[in-house]
């Protein structure tokens, strides 16, 4: 233990524990040395703390600069709160602008999907009305020998006519 930390160890106890009796290096300290050392610390603490004052000018130029700086940190926190918020209603937009673009896209997909299966089923119908004309056709020219070979009408004469008169062929 160095000597300033042993001064401030006595100093510390005879504070606490002021009839306490402090021995160093086996030696009672007597009561005029313990107040003579305390006085002594406390003189240097007080010299210590006590720092001569600016003068009013100074101390005028010292609470401008504190204003000044307070203003700017104050000027500097509004304008990152307005940039934020600007930030914020920049992105909302964006946002909205992107989902809007998605829904009509969506949109016009939906409307080529439904586009193209009304071509599908038109197309299909026209093969189905086809292949229904060739069968009917197939047909009439079955009857022509059908009717030589027997002289009555059957069913399939009839069903041959009646696609003749749909179809519209004479």
Known sequence: MDEQELVASVVTLSQVLPELGIYIDGQLVTPEVRQAMIAALAAAA????????PEPARLKEYSETLKQ??????????????????????SGELLIERERQF??????????TS?????????????????????????????AARASKAPSPVWVDFLGGLMRAVAGEK
């Open 46 to 53: 007080a010299s210590a703390t006590e720092a001569p004052l």
């Open 103 to 112: 829904a009509d896209e969506a949109v016009r997909q939906r409307k080529l």
């Open 115 to 143: 586009q193209s299966l009304a071509d599908i089923d038109l197309l299909g119908r026209s093969i189905k009305a086809v292949q229904f004309q060739d069968r009917f056709a197939g047909a009439g020219s079955n009857i």
């Open 69 to 90: 700086s307070f203003a700017d940190l104050h000027q500097g926190y509004v304008q990152f709160i307005r940039d934020t918020q600007e930030l914020a209603r920049r």
